[in-house]
T-cell receptor, first 115, second 112 residues
Framework: DGGITQSPKYLFRKEGQNVTLSCEQNLNHDAMYWYRQDPGQGLRLIYYSQIVNDFQKGDIAEGYSVSREKKESFPLTVTSAQKNPTAFYLC??????????????FGSGTRLTVV | AQRVTQPEKLLSVFKGAPVELKCNYSYSGSPELFWYVQYSRQRLQLLLRHISRESIKGFTADLNKGETSFHLKKPFAQEEDSAMYYCALPPISGGSNYKLTFGKGTLLTVNP
């Protein structure tokens, strides 16, 4: 089945630790995105990547880092510098030339909790 | 700048009543808007696209360029329609930022 897979589904982090959230897609999509979803604040863009080895900051990139070494993979690291990391994180992908026609495909999300 | 506004954070209706989720936008040109839906414990999924002029699960959305709106409507709400709904706007044609702009979402509750 083609799709976009996020893992783990639930993640617990201690204060001061870095954690990495996985996002893999087998849709052959060019672009991948990371969003954070908080109640009442909608979807906020953290980082996005249009091609391999290139990525851009979104609206709330501070305290996060990403890499795009393969077309299929776009892992997100939540660093200890992120002051309020507890949230639901969504990964998405799209076909770049057809974004306006087809939009995004989303993963099922990772819920990160700082303990 | 592109912007999407969903003025209602919460919307509650009774089963069988009409429902309208509002979406207003600011955009240079003729946009192709989207509605996404997130049911409880499920992933965000595309509900409908302006470009395809479709009706999905009884929902329709009409682009009103004069009012810069793309409201989502359903004549008779069902309990299974309870979900979070997001309106989204694609990038400007010819631009370099390949990302959607989302509204803050409306949580629809359909009461029995």
């Amino acid at each position: 089945d083609g799709g976009i897979t996020q893992s783990p589904k639930y993640l617990f982090r201690k204060e001061g630790q870095n954690v990495t959230l996985s996002c893999e897609q087998n849709l052959n999509h060019d672009a991948m995105y990371w969003y954070r979803q908080d109640p009442g604040q909608g979807l906020r863009l953290i980082y996005y990547s249009q091609i391999v080895n290139d990525f851009q900051k979104g609206d709330i990139a501070e305290g996060y880092s990403v890499s795009r070494e393969k077309k299929e993979s776009f892992p997100l690291t939540v660093t200890s510098a992120q002051k309020n990391p507890t949230a639901f994180y969504l990964c998405a992908s799209s076909i770049v030339p057809a974004l306006a026609s087809y939009g995004y495909t989303f993963g099922s999300g990772t819920r990160l909790t700082v303990v | 700048a592109q912007r999407v506004t969903q003025p209602e954070k919460l919307l509650s209706v009774f089963k069988g009543a009409p429902v309208e989720l509002k979406c207003n936008y600011s955009y240079s040109g003729s946009p192709e808007l989207f509605w996404y839906v997130q049911y409880s414990r499920q992933r965000l999924q595309l509900l409908l696209r302006h470009i395809s002029r479709e009706s999905i699960k009884g929902f329709t959305a009409d682009l009103n360029k004069g009012e810069t709106s793309f409201h989502l409507k359903k004549p008779f709400a069902q309990e299974e329609d309870s979900a979070m709904y997001y309106c989204a706007l694609p990038p400007i044609s010819g631009g370099s930022n390949y990302k959607l702009t989302f509204g803050k979402g409306t949580l629809l509750t359909v009461n029995p």
